[in-house]
């Protein structure tokens, strides 16, 4: 453990990605909960990668603050999915939410933002409550692999997060989506029931589509534009915007 406000050097943050690189998830876990914890927080959208990452923590220290960034947007099956967890393994994962509520918001801009300012959207119902919610914590665990998109793949075990003022922790980074459903499956993990309809990356209702079989996993997020990201992990340098 850590004492509170203590900064890693970005030498020892390179060293000990280097050396955790070719371990599991769990003992990347337990480095990160060694470190950090009570200061350590992980942020979950209830996909299969969060949910893994959940089982195991429950098993390492069940105690961490786990959080969802409720936009107001999500489905109805993922946020009972959270029940499904809390049941499960004891942990409430917390919601954090924007400071408008949906019907303020969309009054506001005038109507929804999601179809035609998405990036602003995610800006004021993600980002933001995030960097409100970091508030006090040294590090952070994010459920990301670097098979999925650009920006994921630029990732390492552990980084530093300018954008959140955070060590970022990524202990699934070199995993693939046959070792996550492995996983799901040889421990029984509960999983978002979308996933089973065609749905394999699911996030707002508004910007997730589901797939068709063989496409690619993030295909169905903002589809028909460009934008694969929310910016919750999009890489941002020192002094940098990288929404």
């Not at 602003?120 to 993600?126: E, H, I, L, P, T």
């Not at 589809?223 to 020192?238: D, F, N, Q, S, W």
């Amino acid at each position: 453990m850590i004492a509170a406000g203590f900064r890693l050097t970005d030498e020892a943050i390179a060293a000990a990605s280097r050396q955790l690189q070719n371990d599991t998830p769990q003992v990347i876990l337990r480095w990160a909960v060694e470190t950090f914890h009570p200061k350590l927080m992980m942020a979950t959208a209830f996909g299969a990668e969060g949910c893994c990452i959940m089982h195991m923590l429950a098993e390492i220290e069940p105690s961490v603050r786990v959080i969802n960034l409720e936009t107001g947007y999500q489905f109805p099956e993922t946020l009972a999915l959270r029940e499904r967890i809390k049941e499960r393994y004891g942990i409430e994962v917390e919601y954090i939410y924007p400071e408008q509520t949906v019907a303020e918001y969309e009054a506001e801009h005038g109507g929804p933002l999601y179809g035609i300012r998405p990036d602003q959207c995610c800006f004021d119902r993600k980002i933001t409550p995030l960097k409100k919610a970091v508030v006090g914590y040294d590090a952070w665990i994010s459920a990301i692999r670097g098979d999925q998109t650009d920006h994921r793949k630029a990732a390492r075990v552990v980084q530093r997060d300018p954008k959140f003022g955070l060590i970022k922790v990524n202990p699934l980074l070199h995993w693939t989506k046959k070792e996550v459903w492995g996983f799901v499956f040889d421990h029984g993990v509960p999983y978002n029931p979308l996933h089973d309809h065609g749905y394999p990356s699911i996030g707002c209702q508004p910007c997730t589509d589901a797939v068709p079989e063989g496409g690619d996993e993030r295909d169905g997020r903002w589809a028909g534009t460009r934008k694969k990201e929310c910016g919750l992990h999009v890489i941002e340098h020192e002094g940098g915007s990288g929404i």
